[in-house]
């Protein structure tokens, strides 16, 4: 019996030994490469995903029919994106990446979603109270949205044997606030196929 427990007490020692002697090791890669290691939505698809529909969205026509009415480029805000799959997804990653996508494409307005207006409010609140005259920043000057940009995220998931495919879908609607005309809506499918070894290398 005290073998016995000896060999398991050694076992163990080996076991704990060759843990703390593993090292690690850190690689860089470039931000904007492509590094895929679980199939699961990563910060790719969601800059990819983003960049894409709003290159599709700002290229239809409502788009131009607006600034030629109004002489002026659309003021739209990133509404929910809501999050359909099984999966944690940080929606406000993608709402980022919209945002970015909009903004840099110079075609668009960026207005401040819900929460961050709040904040911004509660700051000139306190303006009104503390700034000089020179500096305070008055209420009842924001820019109106015409456009609201809304939608969701979801994924279907078939696995066998060690393999499994899994089916990202992407659907987005921008919405007149003055009308609740949906002037656009697009969808875009991301396919992934993953296969898993037996030992797990």
């Known amino acids: 019996m005290k073998k016995i427990n000896i060999a398991v007490i050694l076992l163990v020692l080996g076991v704990l030994g060759a843990v703390g002697c593993a090292k690690i090791k850190v690689e860089r890669a470039p931000v904007e490469g492509v590094v895929d290691l679980s199939g699961k939505w990563n910060d790719t698809d969601s800059r990819l995903v983003a960049e894409e529909m709003v290159n599709d969205c700002l290229g239809r026509s409502w788009a131009s029919d607006f600034t030629r009415a109004h002489d002026a480029v659309p003021a739209v805000i990133v509404g929910t994106v809501i999050n359909k799959t099984s999966e944690h997804i940080d929606a406000a990653t993608f709402v980022a990446d919209l945002e970015r996508s909009l903004l840099k494409s110079g075609k668009a307005k960026i207005v401040a979603a819900k929460e961050p207006r709040e904040e911004i409010r509660d700051e000139r609140s ?18 109106g949205a015409d456009y609201m940009l809304q939608g969701a995220i979801a994924s279907i998931k078939d696995e066998v044997k060690g393999k499994y495919v899994i089916f990202y879908q992407t659907d987005l609607e921008l919405v007149d606030l003055e009308t609740n005309e949906k002037v656009w809506m697009a969808q875009k499918e991301i396919k992934k196929i993953v296969s898993r070894s037996a030992f797990g290398l």
């Open 126 to 143: 306190d303006q009104g109270q503390f700034a000089s005259p020179e500096t305070f920043k008055a209420f009842g000057k924001e820019t």
